[in-house]
C-alpha cells in the first residue's frame, strides 16, 4: 500500500507564490509518473502540471510559465512551485502518483488566491 501526504496549501494574494509538497510512502517498486491536479467547486479535476521517470514534464496550458514540478526521486516527493498566482488557480489541489498498475490520490490540499 502507498500513502501520499501533501502539504503546503493556503491563502494568498493575487501574484503571490505557494509551494505544495506530496511525499509517497509505502511499498513502491518504481514510480512511473507524479502529477499535480486541481479541482474547483462545480468543475472538473484537470491535470495542472505532470513530471515522468526520464524528467519529462507537462503542463496545463493555463500555468505554463507559471507554476513549476520538480522532483526528488531519492525521496518519492514531487513539488509544485506555484508563482504570479491568480483568483482562478483557487481549487483543492491532489496529487497522484501512478505506479502502474495503480494510481494513488492525496487528500487534497486548499489553494485560495484571494485580495
Known amino acids: 500500500q502507498v500513502q501520499l501526504v501533501e502539504s503546503g496549501g493556503g491563502l494568498v494574494q493575487p501574484g503571490g507564490s505557494l509551494r505544495l509538497s506530496c511525499a509517497a510512502s509505502?511499498?513502491?517498486?518504481?514510480?512511473?509518473?507524479m502529477s499535480w491536479y486541481r479541482q474547483a467547486p462545480g468543475k472538473q479535476r484537470d491535470l495542472v502540471a505532470g513530471i515522468f521517470g526520464g524528467g519529462q514534464t507537462v503542463y496545463a496550458d493555463s500555468v505554463k510559465g507559471r507554476f513549476t514540478i520538480s522532483r526528488d526521486n531519492a525521496k518519492n516527493t514531487v513539488y509544485l512551485q506555484m508563482n504570479n498566482l491568480k483568483p482562478e488557480d483557487t481549487a483543492v489541489y491532489y496529487c497522484?502518483?501512478?505506479?502502474?498498475?495503480?494510481?494513488?490520490w492525496g487528500q487534497g490540499t486548499q489553494v485560495t488566491v484571494s485580495s
Open positions: 509505502g511499498t513502491i517498486a518504481s514510480i512511473y509518473a
Open positions: 497522484n502518483v501512478d505506479i502502474r498498475p495503480d494510481t494513488y
